[in-house]
């Protein structure tokens, strides 16, 4: 049976703009924060590959919004198979929505219906809808035609690759968010024998943290590589 859209849910405390690293992304969080503002686009796509912080900037935008006391609502459709797209009834009243992975939808004539009556009836009430994807409007294989047009409406921006500098100053920064120091030395080692995606980075993070605070010792590069087993 289809599950029905949770009335009430909780967004991820620690995914705020204050918690993203910008690297070059500075133009896209300034474009997403006056989306929200209401002094820049009413409609924002954000693309790019997996793993690069689009799920976290729809959080955050969600976040701007709550502290300006907009209603808000963040969904992530991969899950789609599970719920009825009756869900999105009413959620036309919401002054932002967040959409993630929106080409989950493609091919399902029943959500693609779905979610052009809700685009229509959210964007005639003058409301902000941001979108998210892997790849651009254009080349995700949505089959109703004015749906597609409508994906196509509004700001498009890609999200890029860091670079492996990038990555590590990204390191840093977020051990300094989770309330310890990571050098640049660590970083860059953590970088060269470890996942490289940022998803992955993060998870090693949090066990190194946790390393850190039982043994109540600076995270050395002498004691990573104890924790990590070498």
């Known amino acids: 049976m289809a599950q029905q859209l949770p009335l009430h849910f909780e967004f991820r405390a620690n995914q705020t703009f204050n918690d993203?690293?910008?690297?070059?992304?500075?133009?896209?969080?300034?474009?997403?924060?006056?989306?929200?503002?209401?002094q820049g686009e009413q409609q924002i796509f954000l693309w790019g590959e997996p793993g690069l912080g689009k799920s976290h900037l729809l959080q955050a935008c969600c976040h701007l919004a709550q502290q300006l006391k907009l209603s808000s609502f963040y969904f992530d459709l991969a899950t789609t198979a599970h719920f009825d797209p009756a869900l999105l009834n009413g959620l036309d009243e919401s002054d932002v929505v967040c959409f993630d992975n929106i080409e989950h939808i493609a091919g399902n004539a029943e959500w693609e219906l779905a979610f052009f009556n809700f685009f229509n009836q959210h964007r005639d009430r003058g409301h902000k809808l941001i979108l998210a994807a892997s790849s651009t409007p254009n080349t995700i294989a949505i089959q109703l035609p004015d749906l597609k047009t409508r994906l196509n409406w509004g700001l498009t921006l890609k999200i890029q690759l860091l670079t492996d500098n990038e990555k590590v100053a990204a390191l840093i920064f977020k051990a300094r968010q989770m309330g310890f120091e990571l050098g640049p030395q660590a970083g860059r080692y953590l970088l060269t024998h470890y996942a490289r995606d940022l998803a992955s980075l993060w998870a090693l993070l949090e066990k190194l943290d946790k390393a850190s605070l039982a043994a109540k010792r600076k995270l050395t590069l002498p004691f990573l590589k104890q924790v990590l087993g070498e």
């Open 20 to 38: 993203f690293f910008p690297g070059t992304h500075h133009e896209i969080i300034t474009h997403l924060q006056q989306c929200i503002t209401g």
